[in-house]
């Protein structure tokens, strides 16, 4: 698939909370190649943490893609304890409006980030042209993984309006279960509604032993296809490096 450029939304990437780490994702998912590298940073503290599973952000950090479409990761690949990874990404939408109240976080996301919260976990994100990709390792129980995606996300909250800088933007959600990819799977699409020129968002979150990993894409070309694809081949070296 060829990657073209992408746009904003009101002057910024739009995000869904609680899954997303980064502000932009690539479109063509072909030509990943895994590997966490040498020159990945932590913090001390995420390096020594274990999850229940045993698995250090360390560990879960050299399990995540180095490359996307032969493009190396836009910064080096971040460790530490889930909610800490996810507070930056909150901050930055901390001045948005979410109507329904009730559908602001993790109500649209299809993931209870609160089961998680404090397991290590490493992030990585990469940027090819105006698109770019995330993907996300948390460490985590059998049960724990299984309350984090057991959760479904409301009626009213399928399609929600967002207010930033005065401009409003409405936009629909929804998700189904996948195969094919780790012990569970689920595939959540987040798109702009009367907006055709927006990005449209695709998230892929599944399971695996000891680990819960998300990918997304956002961009021009998003779709169901790139982020099974995407997530096929991240769950994929993930589960090898992690066995």
Known sequence: ????????????????????????????????????????????????AKGDTGLSGAELRGALLTRVNGVAAAEPATSGDYSSLTSSASQSASGAQISPKACAGAATSGFDPAALSGSPAAAVMFKVGSNGVSEVLIASSAESAATALAGSI??????????????????????????????????????????????????????????????????????EKAVRELGQVAYGYAAKELS
């Not at 009101?10 to 590298?37: F, H, K, M, N, Q």
């Not at 009626?155 to 933007?169: I, M």
């Not at 798109?191 to 020129?197: K, L, R, T």
């Open 154 to 223: 409301p009626a009213e909250c399928t399609t929600y309006e967002e207010k930033v800088a005065g401009k409003t933007f409405k936009y629909g959600v929804e998700e189904r279960a996948v195969t094919g990819v780790g012990k569970q799977a689920k595939v959540l699409s987040v798109h702009a509604i009367g907006s055709p020129d927006s990005d449209d968002l695709w998230s892929m979150i599944y399971t695996g032993n000891g680990f819960v990993g998300t990918v997304t894409v956002v961009g021009p070309n998003a779709s």
């Open 1 to 48: 698939m060829a990657l073209r450029g992408g746009g904003m939304v009101g002057g910024r990437w739009r995000i869904a909370a609680g899954i997303v780490l980064v502000p932009a994702a690539v479109a063509g998912v072909v030509g990943c190649s895994g590997g966490g590298g040498a020159s990945a940073t932590a913090t001390a503290s995420a390096a020594a």
